[in-house]
T-cell receptor, first 115, second 116 residues
Framework: EPEVTQTPSHQVTQMGQEVILRCVPISNHLYFYWYRQILGQKVEFLVSFYNNEISEKSEIFDDQFSVERPDGSNFTLKIRSTKLEDSAMYFC?????????????FGPGTRLTVL | GENVEQHPSTLSVQEGDSAVIKCTYSDSASNYFPWYKQELGKRPQLIIDIRSNVGEKKDQRIAVTLNKTAKHFSLHITETQPEDSAVYFCAAKGRNYGGSQGNLIFGKGTKLSVKP
């Protein structure tokens, strides 16, 4: 069964550094998402992406964040200047159709630790 | 925007008993309500979902009910087993704005422990 994959599984960085989290969505999916989950807390929506542009973003997704689909398979989340509070698990998800018409499949996550 | 409240935060049951987790949502325009199960250190996985045009959906030991008037929906697990132990998240699809597709807003999760 196809799965969403993410790399790296764990990223440790110094405060102020840039990080890029990578995702490979399921190949026939057209809708892509990033979520984050601070340890022990709920999953929070960051951004959705369709047709090579952002569809929607949350208040968390400020100017320090950006997303890109650099080629036909990868979907990346960049944090330009990391802060301590960016430490969290970041999940990528994809769906074949818009939310409510098909399931969002989640990747295994990247644990980001900002020191 | 949409806000989802989930209760209880923890739930402990004996194997074989039923478990019920409840969620409320704020936006009457929300029309899709999935439930995700997350085992420790793993990704959230969809276990069941319901759309606003039905009031109940069942899949083997799992059922979900939706009350649109009261804006709440519930997950019911019958004949619980130790492998049901996990964190369960409810979610609601937020309102579509302009050309957006609407996105999932999650509850805070319920840690279910099933004791053998």
């Amino acid at each position: 069964e196809p799965e969403v994959t993410q790399t790296p599984s764990h990223q440790v960085t110094q405060m102020g550094q840039e990080v890029i989290l990578r995702c490979v969505p399921i190949s026939n999916h057209l809708y892509f998402y990033w979520y984050r989950q601070i340890l022990g807390q709920k999953v929070e929506f960051l951004v959705s992406f369709y047709n090579n542009e952002i569809s929607e973003k949350s208040e968390i997704f400020d100017d320090q964040f950006s997303v890109e689909r650099p080629d036909g398979s990868n979907f990346t989340l960049k944090i330009r200047s990391t802060k301590l509070e960016d430490s969290a698990m970041y999940f990528c998800a994809s769906s074949e159709q818009p939310t409510s018409q098909s399931e969002q499949f989640f990747g295994p996550g990247t644990r980001l630790t900002v020191l | 925007g949409e806000n989802v409240e989930q209760h209880p935060s923890t739930l402990s049951v004996q194997e074989g008993d039923s478990a019920v987790i409840k969620c409320t949502y704020s936006d009457s325009a929300s029309n899709y309500f999935p439930w995700y199960k997350q085992e420790l250190g793993k990704r959230p996985q969809l276990i069941i979902d319901i759309r606003s045009n039905v009031g109940e959906k069942k899949d083997q030991r799992i059922a979900v009910t939706l009350n649109k008037t009261a804006k709440h929906f519930s997950l019911h697990i019958t004949e619980t087993q130790p492998e049901d132990s996990a964190v369960y998240f409810c979610a609601a699809k937020g309102r579509n704005y302009g050309g957006s597709q609407g996105n999932l807003i999650f509850g805070k999760g319920t840690k279910l422990s099933v004791k053998p």
